[in-house]
């Protein structure tokens, strides 16, 4: 069994920061691609970045050039940078990670952390 725990949401004013971070714990034998999703209030849930094994990145066009995504595969962990935020990025975001244990390969996600961006 794989469990994911984000944190490092919170409130904050248009045009702060925040860093998210989801660590992985459980039978883990190799991490693959790692991402962060968010849900707004009335939406579907949407990609925001991912990264993978060799470390390639992917981001949703209304994050580049704001939000980075990096890995710490001997820790287990996927972080999230996220700059100059806007207040239609209040969310939960939740973190997805595609790991193998030594007999399956299973995508796996995190409970969710709450960003509120407002002043």
């Known amino acids: 069994q794989v469990h994911l725990v984000e944190s490092g949401g919170g409130l904050v004013q248009p045009g702060g920061s925040l860093r998210l971070s989801c660590a992985a714990s459980g039978s883990i034998f190799r991490l693959y691609t790692m991402g962060w999703y968010r849900q707004a209030p009335g939406k579907e849930r949407e990609l925001v970045a991912d990264i993978n094994r060799s470390g390639t990145t992917n981001y949703a066009d209304s994050v580049k050039g704001r939000f980075t995504i990096s890995r710490d595969n001997a820790k287990n962990k996927v972080y999230l940078q996220m700059e100059s935020l806007k207040p239609e990025g209040t969310a939960v975001y939740y973190c997805?990670?595609?790991?193998?244990?030594?007999?399956?390969?299973?995508?796996?996600w995190g409970q969710g952390t709450q960003v509120t961006v407002s002043s």
């Open positions: 997805n990670m595609d790991i193998s244990s030594p007999y399956t390969r299973t995508t796996y």
